[in-house]
């Protein structure tokens, strides 16, 4: 059996980074691990390619060669994912598909064409998809039935069919599940509430082969929430620390986790002891009303600022999630989270409107209440709420587009990220040993005088930046080249916020424009504030 494992295009989001990414020649943030899992998971005398449509398009040699086209997606992927289904299709291929979209959306594949729908987790699927093919079916539907895999059996993934130069990003998994119960989160729906997660000897088993493969990158850690179960996570972490050193920290870390990390300090100490750096937290909202009735108690507990100060100082930096759109949300929202994510001095704040994702416990109310427009949703930046809020829409809308703008107004956002840095360098960070040299190279060199030369020289924000950087030089040298990282995002940034603005105005004026029930001096003020706004 020759397999194609397609992964379909990301659209421009909060994450992809084009503009970032291209300054280290590299063209994706993150490499598909769901694919090379199955890879791992599927009958190994199958003979195997691997094709990121974000690195490159499929050749025609590849579609000739291929028996068998298997695709997984999250949601944001599905328009590529229901093209390239439709395209195998006119090829003749058969076409297997799973992943978070398909299990949640299963009749929008099957709609594209697909054969095969492998859903819930593939190591209880994948075996009885390959026993249906062993018998000569030649279509069909395979799931779990509510069982929960042990990972602690999940293979070492094939990480060998990746183009490693290609991804910024290393993506490795400990764990599945998530112990909490937020009412908007699909997670708990896909992987349920009891956090299963991979034993240490098996995890480093997987950067044991990573390391064989020339890996010397940044690893993200793509658990929902890395510290689920903080028992198995710190017996990981203590079995981690001696293969760092022992290995001279070939990796750096990032990942997800919970705000109540900033209660376990151990934990946030092992952790910067295994050289982890950055951490994304889903703090979704300042506001302890729209928290409370999500169920989003785990943040309602303690400060949130108190929390992300905790975690900074620590030597973590922290990325976060924020959300508009919460019902019983007060006017105002927007400007509360630009006023948190200031205060903080938080550099990377993922910004979105809520969205009712397909069989969490906010689709299935909103359902009942009648108020879903549609059932289908899309996290990405761009789009519109999937459902009717309970304050306007475009008051909604209207608050989303000029926090996002002044989140990433360049001098605020550099001036956010030397604050952060500068707390950082503030961090006792548990004693390490000589790490490994990185490598400088002319690409490195070229991104460094490109950075220099955009935000030093050509923008207002010249004088900012040498300011800056000087200072970081004298109060945190050993920061200074993730700082510049970081600084670089705003090249991504000054484009994306301009989408999302055009993107969201257009689809507000759709909307009014088929609600009769809009008053005319309503429509009068909207107008008359694009003009303002020029």
Known sequence: MNVLLLYPLFPKSFWSFEKTLALLNRKAMLPPLGLVTVA?????????????????????????????????????????????????????????????????LPDEATGAGADYLILDEGEITLPLFVNAIAQGVTSGIFRSGGER???????????????????????????????????????????????????????LAELNRLYELGW??????????????????????????PWMVAHQYPFSFATEASVDLANDQELMDAMVACNFGAVFLGIETPDEESLTLTQKYQNTRDSLSEAVLKITRTGLRVMAGFIIGFDGEKAGAGARIVKFVEQTSIPTALFSMLQALPDTALWHRLVKEGRLRKEGANINQTTLMNFVPTRPLEDIAHEYIEAFWELYEPSKFLDRTYRHYRILGEATYPKKGKGAGKKINWVTIRALLTICWRQGVIRSTRWQFWRNLLSMFYHNPG????????????????????????????????????VPAVKVPEIAIIATAKAVRG
């Not at 068998?68 to 328009?79: D, Y």
């Not at 599945?176 to 349920?192: A, K």
């Not at 090249?491 to 009014?512: K, P």
């Open 479 to 514: 920061g200074v080249s993730s700082y510049l990282a970081v600084c670089a995002q705003i090249e991504h940034f000054l484009e994306y916020r301009q989408i999302v603005r055009d993107q969201i105005e257009a689809q507000v004026a759709e909307f009014l424009a088929s």
């Open 216 to 241: 010397r990158r940044s690893i993200f850690m793509v658990d929902d929430n890395f510290i689920g179960n903080k028992r198995n996570v710190k017996l990981f972490l203590k079995e981690l620390q």
């Open 40 to 104: 791992a998971i599927l009958p190994q005398e199958w003979q195997f390619k691997l094709v990121d449509r974000n690195v490159r398009e499929v050749t025609e040699a590849e579609w000739e060669w291929t028996d068998l086209v298997i695709l997984s997606a999250m949601i944001v992927q599905k328009e590529d994912l229901l093209n390239q289904i439709q395209e195998a299709k006119r090829r003749n291929k058969r076409v297997a598909v799973g992943g978070p979209y398909p299990t949640a």
């Open 149 to 203: 895999p042990d990972v602690t059996h999940t293979p070492i993934p094939r990480f060998e069919l990746l183009e490693f130069d290609a991804y910024a990003e290393m993506s490795v998994q400990f764990s599945r599940g998530c112990p909490f119960q937020c009412e908007f989160c699909d997670i708990i729906v896909l992987y349920g509430r009891k956090p299963r997660t991979k034993n240490p000897e098996q995890i």
